[in-house]
């Protein structure tokens, strides 16, 4: 009874997470083995590996290979960086500081495809954008970022959408530090950069992990920012793992290599979450 009783309460989430999850994981992997085209939906004749071979071999497969992963390190190293400086510069206490944390944690709430929007019209924009009126103002010529540099752009809406998540993290974690610990560096002599180095820095340790991995698997799946604003291009330079799907399921309606590129998704997430679920692992045993 102590055996079933368990695993019986257990069964509702196991099944739940089942459909959710699993089912679709398994009829994208049978999808992949198989010819599947929307423009002819009457048969799925077996394709082998047929529909893995065309999109390893697509014209934009590593271009969107190298366009995900500089994209993905860009914003991670931005938001673990400027995260942790934010989150240091306002756990001291001075005026107004309650409205100032609000503020920074507000970007966070906006949807992904009007914060891409936002980026598009207002600040982008080489004719009206306020980069533009910034350029005009000090005699410069203005640039259109979405052109001339795509990808970068790209980096700049995502980066400043997860700041604020970095930056509430780190911000949680520096409440936790021993205060006690902070004064006796101080009485000891220790000036701001040593307690950055020695103090500061170690504690971050865990809280760092954690803004890694979550993000590393959220930033995997971009997608409205780029869709909004470039449709991967110009060219291929905008184009990511997962804007290639989209482009394999729904402009080429081949459902059989987009399933393939999918399978192929799923493998780069579940490698990187080993090895952060190992980073972190060690940080927690500490």
Request: include cysteine; charge should be neutral.
């Amino acid at each position: 009874m102590k055996r079933i009783i368990p695993r019986t309460l257990l069964t509702p989430a196991v099944v739940a997470v089942s459909v959710i999850s699993v089912v679709p994981l398994l009829i994208t992997l049978f999808y992949s083995f198989v010819r599947y085209s929307m423009l002819d939906p009457s048969g799925h004749p077996f394709h082998g590996l047929t529909n893995f071979h065309f999109f390893f071999t697509d014209a934009s497969f590593l271009p969107a290979l190298q366009n995900t992963f500089t994209l993905l390190f860009s914003v991670m190293l931005i938001t673990v960086v400027f995260g942790a400086a934010l989150g240091l510069l306002i756990n001291e206490a001075f005026p107004g500081r309650a409205i100032v944390r609000v503020l920074l944690i507000s970007p966070f709430l906006v949807m992904p495809a009007v914060n891409a929007l936002m980026w598009k019209n207002m600040l982008l924009n080489p004719i009206y954008g306020l980069f533009a009126q910034i350029s005009i103002f000090f005699g410069a010529t203005p640039i259109d970022w979405l052109s001339a540099h795509p990808l970068f752009s790209i980096i700049m809406m995502v980066s400043w959408q997860w700041l604020p998540f970095a930056c509430l993290i780190f911000m949680t974690a520096l409440q936790s530090m021993d205060r006690e610990q902070l004064e006796a560096a101080r009485m000891d002599g220790a000036n701001y950069l040593q307690q950055l180095r020695y103090l500061y820095i170690p504690h971050l340790g865990r809280a760092m992990s954690v803004v890694l991995m979550i993000e590393m698997i959220f930033l995997l799946s971009i997608f409205a920012e780029i869709f909004t604003t470039t449709g991967g291009g110009p060219g291929f330079d905008t184009t990511t793992i997962t804007f290639m799907i989209y482009q394999q399921a729904l402009l080429s309606y081949d459902i059989g290599a987009a399933s393939a590129g999918a399978l192929f998704a799923v493998l780069i997430a579940n490698i990187a979450a080993f090895f952060l679920m190992r980073v972190i692992g060690k940080n927690l045993s500490k």
